[in-house]
């Protein structure tokens, strides 16, 4: 834990105090989002203190050049940059002629800013002392609308305490932003327009390069004393800016209000000829239905999202932050109304790592959608991947490979790489491993199998041909070997036979054959579309089933565990209990090359193949691995924490379960990496839900019949959590005293507790 200033409540993010040196952090902690756009917590006046600015569109990106030392052959040209979009939240405030600027008055009292979970609003409030010493109170309110989605509402009040003061307000588009995150400084956007209508101001702007064409909108109301001002606004515009002026001579204790509307259309979704007529009319859908009507139908959609998605833990208000923060960030990124995006590492809190998908959206993020929401939206998902896959091909063969072989790409916009490290994108493969993944897992929980042979049949092939082509048959060992990769940790680069990258790249070879197979005889006409299509052979599946059938796995007998790769054993095994806390965290303190040279562990690697592969090991087995390699892990990836705690739990290790629990619940909270001013670890969190659903509540997918093996860490009363399973809503309650399932919506269904059978049925809880 690196801060401890949020509040502990069980429904709210509570900032009290304001500190200037925690301003970016609170910017990232306070973000929003409703899936189609979201923004850091900014002020709306105007502050010159040190901050980072941040509105963002999804789906909206720049691919800004490559910048390495040297060139190779196969580098991505580009990095795909998260954009910061042009700005409709700036409120500029003048009192008597003077800026309002928090960095800049003489004193700052009763700071309180507030993200309220449940109902899905940011609010702020405050009383200042400007330098020409008048004294004033402000207080705000903001929210995306979750039902209108390319809107947002912003309520701001103002009131003079100790005198009578002439107040204006500005509201602004601004258009002239930069990104945080650039590596050459290029120029993203082109502003092509600046047109106003009233009280409506509109900046219509396009993307660099990749010509995403935007038209940025607002329009406001004051009201004084309650009572709407009627008064014809100043306008003030630059090529890049337009600002409307509103002044109110406002007595001693009265409000000055203003209400603010703006956001975002973009060509994904509109004619861009007409982008502006098209804001006009979300502009007269919002107006129409008002500030506070907006507010309430933001409520009534938030309470929709957790009546499925709350996860209640009592008797730990932490915990319980924790839980409802991710599930909240999580929902703020995606809601899965729109299959052409996908789940960004920072959502919209930020832009380092850039890229709207990495491998965390299969092996993380799917699980949580699957259950907490209609199975469509998993699947969309799945189906993301679909269309990128004549992309992964042409990755592949930027590589070298051939005959349709996929490669997925560790980062992506539309499909094509653009990570722009070296040990990242040619060597972390096992990112493939991970789609196929997906396919199964989401199999194995909806009980759909009609995606495999629509869909999912055609990227399992190219994801086998893949792994085939990339094993080398070695005449030492007498096995095919995978040569020169990055496991999960990334701690250790250019390694020979990563276990983890090894057994999956096995494990898709074997499931691409099986469904095969499967399709060849349930759905014939799917198997000879996709047969003449791909042009598979029986000689190639012979090849395929060679690599499987002697995959090299490494292994020490002297430790009775699979190694994480073949030179793991050469290194001085200095477990992390004996690593100097001033040493930590060590990707912060260590050169890159004491790192690679050290035995210690970013994330769950071999644990990761022990986590996706449950079934396909012992209790002894995981316990063996556990031990040997959790004591080398420093867990300085977000998506560590949870499976190590999901795997305690297994493992009947329940305080070092919550332990790691909290730490993955609270990373971004408590500021676990010293790194929460640049943005959020949006995907991490489903490994928080994971935590609970899969950790504390054992939950799986067993011969195909829903199981748990509930456990409660001695810190909590009870907790209870909601799934969606094939179309059956059950809720599990966990107490000191036992479990109770009931069984919301659906037909009677059988699942299994502690290894007894327990038939559900509507309106009749059972208590095991």
């Known amino acids: 834990m690196n801060q401890d200033y949020i509040k502990p409540d069980n429904w709210s993010i509570i900032e009290e105090g304001f500190d200037v040196e925690r301003v970016k952090s609170s910017e990232s902690l306070f973000s929003i989002g409703n899936g189609a756009m979201g923004q850091r917590a900014n002020f709306e006046e105007h502050y010159s203190g040190p901050t980072f600015q941040g509105s963002y569109i999804a789906g909206v990106y720049y691919p800004d050049k490559t910048r390495v030392g040297w060139w190779k052959n196969g580098y991505p040209e580009y990095f795909a940059k998260v954009l910061n979009a042009p700005s409709w939240i700036g409120i500029n405030v003048f009192v008597n002629g003077n800026t309002l600027d928090l960095f800049r008055c003489k004193v700052v009292a009763d700071f309180r800013r507030e993200l309220n979970m449940k109902e899905g609003w940011l609010s702020r409030s405050f009383t200042a002392t400007m330098p020409n010493d008048v004294e004033v109170k402000v207080e705000t309110k903001r929210f995306l609308s979750l039902d209108l989605d390319e809107v947002g509402a912003i309520e701001y009040n103002i009131t003079p305490l100790n005198t009578d003061a002439e107040i204006t307000f500005e509201p602004y588009l601004d258009s002239g932003i930069t990104n945080e995150d650039t590596n050459w400084d290029d120029k993203f956007w082109e502003t092509t327009a600046i047109t106003q209508n009233g009280s409506q101001a509109f900046i219509e702007a396009h993307t660099m390069k990749t010509q995403f064409h935007t038209c940025t909108f607002m329009e406001s109301v004051c009201l004084l004393g309650g009572k709407t001002l009627e008064q014809e606004p100043k306008v003030a515009h630059t090529n890049v800016r337009i600002a409307y002026e509103y002044t109110a001579n406002v007595k001693a204790n009265e409000t000055f209000s203003i209400q603010k509307f703006g956001g975002y259309v973009v060509d994904r979704n509109h004619d861009k000829t007409h982008l502006v007529a098209s804001a006009k009319s979300v502009l007269s859908k919002a107006l129409t239905a008002g500030y506070t009507a907006l507010l309430n139908q933001q409520k009534e959609a938030w309470a929709k999202i957790w009546d499925m998605a709350d996860i209640t833990i009592a008797g730990d208000v932490k915990a319980q932050q924790g839980i409802r923060f991710n599930i909240m960030q999580l929902n703020h990124t995606y809601l899965g109304k729109d299959a052409r995006l996908n789940i960004g590492p920072k959502g919209f809190t930020g832009e380092k790592y850039g890229g709207s998908t990495y491998w965390d959206t299969e092996a993380y993020c799917i699980p949580f959608y699957m259950a907490t929401k209609d199975q469509k939206v998993a699947r969309n998902l799945l189906e993301y991947r679909y269309h990128h896959l004549d992309r992964a091909i042409e990755n592949a063969e930027k590589l070298g490979f051939k005959n349709g072989a996929a490669l997925y790409p560790m980062v992506t916009m539309n499909g094509e790489e653009c990570h722009n490290e070296w040990e990242i994108t040619f060597e972390e493969i096992h990112r493939n491993g991970a789609i196929a993944f997906a396919i199964f897992n989401y199999y194995r929980y909806t009980n759909d199998y009609s995606y495999i042979p629509e869909k999912g049949l055609e990227v399992l092939i190219g994801i086998a041909r893949f792994w085939q082509q990339r094993a080398t048959f070695s005449t030492d060992k ?20 990563n276990f983890y990258t090894n057994y999956i790249a096995k494990w898709c070879i074997d499931y691409a054959i099986e469904n095969i197979k499967i399709v060849a005889k349930d759905h014939p006409e799917d198997f000879d579309r996709i047969h003449d299509k791909v042009n598979l052979s029986e000689d190639e599946l012979r090849q395929w089933k060679a690599v499987a059938e002697n995959m090299y796995l490494p292994f ?19 477990t992390v209990a004996d690593l100097d806390k001033s040493q930590r965290p060590i990707n912060q303190k260590w050169s890159w090359d004491r790192i690679l040279r050290s035995p210690y562990i970013k994330q769950a690697d071999t644990l990761q193949g022990f986590y996706f592969f449950e079934d396909h090991f012992t209790t002894e087995e995981l316990e063996r691995h556990f031990d040997f390699y959790e004591p080398f892990t420093v867990h300085e990836s977000s998506l560590s924490p949870c499976v190590h705690s999901i ?26 990496n010293k790194e929460v001013e640049e943005g959020l670890h949006i995907t991490s969190m489903a490994g928080t839900w994971m935590s609970i659903v899969e950790g504390f509540g054992g939950m799986r997918v067993i011969e195909n019949t829903l199981s748990f093996e509930p456990k409660i860490p001695q810190q909590w009363e009870g907790y209870s959590f909601k799934v969606n399973f094939r179309n059956h809503i059950l809720k599990i309650n966990v107490a000191q005293t036992g479990t109770t399932f009931s069984l919301e919506s659906g037909d009677a269904l059988e699942i299994v507790c502690n290894g007894t059978k327990v038939t559900l049925e509507t309106g009749k809880p059972a208590v095991v």
């Not at 007498?478 to 036979?497: F, R």
């Not at 007998?557 to 001085?572: C, I, P, R, S, W």
């Not at 739990?649 to 332990?659: E, I, S």
């Open 647 to 672: 795997q305690a739990a297994k493992l009947n290790r329940m305080d070092q379960a919550y332990t790691f629990y909290l730490r993955t619940s609270r990373l971004d909270l408590d500021d676990y």
């Open 556 to 574: 020490s007998e002297a430790h009775n565990v699979y190694l994480q790769q073949d030179g793991f054993l050469d290194k001085e095994l200095i």
């Open 478 to 497: 007498n096995k095919y070997v995978i040569l020169g990769v990055t496991g999960p940790n990334e701690y250790e680069n250019n390694v020979n036979n």
